[in-house]
């Protein structure tokens, strides 16, 4: 038999997820139905919201800037859940995946070239939600360096969702298991200083708020925008990890349960 | 190192209590288009995927292109080509972005790619259409497609997992062209599974049938042919086929009669001789004919009379 002059050899890990983030970015900006609504979703979030209850809060909850104040949540609504998830179910019923296995791919590049190409999509993202609020007369104390700041955590925060999503499409190659993912997102999103600042809840809820990384991530990100390099931010970063660290370890293990479905 | 492309030994494998496979030997030469047949759920595809890395075998060992399937998972992906039950391609890419996008997993470089890709895109004879997006491709051209991709590394072996399964006459035609150009130009050993029994004797150069998880048979297409007798008499009846079954059986020259349905299948040692007496048998027997057919043995009247079962 011919073992000589292989065309093919191992891309390397680097190689597979560049390819494999390559492959999802090309198709997300075909997807623009998967692309057009979470953003649509984080600026309607954010007029509304504006619009609704700026005057209502600045007066009851002592919020000095509501529009600065909003804008973290409405991009967080735009980004959490924002997955190739439903794109990984279609290539496992599809058979795809199992042509992807068949090569020499290193199979963690599966995951994490999804992972980046769904970073690059929320940091992306993050930016026209943030002209809106400029839109509304909202500004960076910290300057250009500090909205980037802004969408590099917004889209590390959506990273760090993901896993959760890739571990139900993983583990159920369902789609509808995929999409109720969201689900997850509720508690997160509600029981946050989503509205209003932790001061102006109910003591119980203080306390749940209390408990709940968004609480943190929000908080850094609007020191952020209204109040210059605060340690804020190193507790919103302190968050993303723990979240990351929750969903990616479930997502691996149902990634190993899937290759392994042996 | 194995002699043969393909080698396996009492290879098992079992989901929970069901055993799919039960111990299966295969001996692949180099160069061969192998045809493994089987009804729906007898082992084919677990099979192929234990060959092709994507299941673990649960007891026995296998080798391809002289690499042990489960220690040496990667050595064999880069040798293999895998093209699996249905068109497995992203519908959202053209199809030169999909090949190019295969060739990337194999760590191919640019030139490489490109080179593969102009090569892969005549042998299939796709045309344009290779710089459409792959939904818009009809079953045919997605296939070819698909063998391609399997195609874009130069694998020695290709392991086609129904490769026509759904496919009109004209696309399995074209298929089978591919099939047979792969096999004499570029010198890579196919394993394929079909349900088709026709297809595995025209392309196969060896045939293997496997039935319930274990092989029943092997051998050539005419090996297998012979096997069963000379000639066949196909018999369809009115009323009871047993008891025609049962006449039949019992004229000199005839061998085993299988029924099934309404229609009894005859092997004969010599066909022109037996097919008069055996006509006369059954009228005499009070069996109401209405048609008998003379004719050589098919791949089909072997699966019948190995199996009981027509695929």
């Known amino acids: 038999m011919n073992t000589d002059n292989l065309l093919a050899r191992p891309a390397g890990l680097i190689g597979d997820l560049a390819t494999v983030a390559r492959r999802s970015l090309r198709s ?28 209502l809060s600045e007066g009851a909850a002592n919020v000095s800037n509501y529009e600065a104040f909003q804008l973290p949540p409405a991009v967080i609504f735009a980004v959490t859940g924002l997955s190739r998830a439903g794109a990984l179910v279609t290539d496992i019923q599809s058979g795809y995946f199992d042509r992807l296995l068949a090569t020499p791919v290193r199979r963690i590049a599966l995951l994490l070239g999804l992972m980046a190409a769904d970073f690059t999509l929320a940091f992306v993202l993050t930016l026209p939600i ?15 360096a500090g909205m980037f700041a802004f969408a590099l955590l917004c889209g590390l925060w959506g990273l760090a969702f993901t896993g959760f999503s890739y571990a139900i499409a993983l583990k159920t190659a369902n789609p509808a298991a995929v999409n109720s993912a969201f689900l997850i997102f509720f508690p997160f999103a509600f029981l946050t200083t989503t509205a209003v600042p932790k001061e102006a809840m109910s003591g119980w809820l203080q306390g749940v708020v209390s408990l709940n990384p968004v609480t943190y991530l929000l908080d850094g990100l609007r020191s952020v925008v209204t109040d210059g390099w605060t340690t804020q931010i190193f507790a919103s970063m302190a968050a993303i990890a723990g979240v990351f660290a929750l969903g990616f370890g479930m997502s691996l293990l149902a990634l190993r349960g899937r290759v392994n479905q042996k | 190192m194995s002699d043969a492309t393909i080698r396996a030994v009492g ?11 039960k111990g299966v030997d295969l001996h692949v030469e180099a160069g061969q288009i192998y045809g493994f047949l089987g009804p729906n759920g007898a ?9 092709s890395t994507l299941l673990s075998p649960t007891g026995g060992s296998a080798t391809v292109a002289g690499f042990d399937v ?25 199809g030169r972005e999909l090949l190019d996008l295969q060739g990337r997993f194999y760590g191919m470089t640019k030139s490489n790619r490109a080179i593969r890709v102009k090569a892969l895109s005549e042998l299939i004879d796709i045309g344009d259409a290779l710089d459409r997006p792959i939904g818009t491709y009809s079953g045919g051209m997605a296939r070819r497609l698909d063998l391609a991709t399997a195609l874009i590394h130069q694998p020695t072996v290709v392991f086609l997992d129904e490769p026509t399964t759904g496919l009109d006459p004209a696309s399995r035609a074209s298929i089978w062209d591919e099939v047979r150009r792969l096999n004499v130009e570029q010198k890579v050993t196919v394993f394929l599974t079909t349900q088709y029994l026709e297809e595995a004797d025209a392309l196969a150069d060896r045939v293997a049938i496997i039935d319930g998880g274990l092989l029943v048979a092997e051998g050539t297409p005419d090996e297998l042919k012979r096997s069963i007798g000379s000639d066949v008499i196909i018999v369809t009846v ?10 039949a059986s019992s004229v000199p020259g005839c061998g085993p009669v299988d029924v099934h349905g309404n229609e009894i299948t005859v092997v004969a040692t010599n066909g022109s001789a037996s097919i008069g007496p055996v006509a006369i048998a059954l009228g005499a027997g009070g069996v109401v004919m209405t048609s008998m057919t003379l004719r050589q043995p ?8 190995l199996t009981g079962a027509r695929l």
Do not use: C, H, W
């Open chain 2, 238 to 247: 009115t009323g009871d086929p047993q008891v025609a079954a049962t006449i």
């Open chain 2, 70 to 94: 489960a220690s040496q998972a990667t050595d064999v992906r880069l040798r293999i080509g895998v093209a699996l039950q249905s068109s497995a391609l992203d519908a959202k890419q053209t």
């Open chain 1, 130 to 144: 943030i002209a809106v609020a400029s839109a509304f007369g909202v500004r960076f104390t910290t300057g250009i």
């Open chain 2, 11 to 21: 290879l098992k494998r079992t989901f929970g209590d069901v055993e799919a496979v």
């Open chain 2, 43 to 51: 082992g084919k595809s677990t099979t192929v995927k234990m060959l």
């Open chain 1, 28 to 55: 997300m900006v075909r997807d623009k139905e998967a692309v057009i609504p979470p953003l649509i979703i984080g600026a309607f979030f954010y007029v509304v919201n504006v619009g609704t209850l700026a005057k």
């Open chain 2, 298 to 305: 098919t791949l089909d009247d072997v699966f019948l009379e």
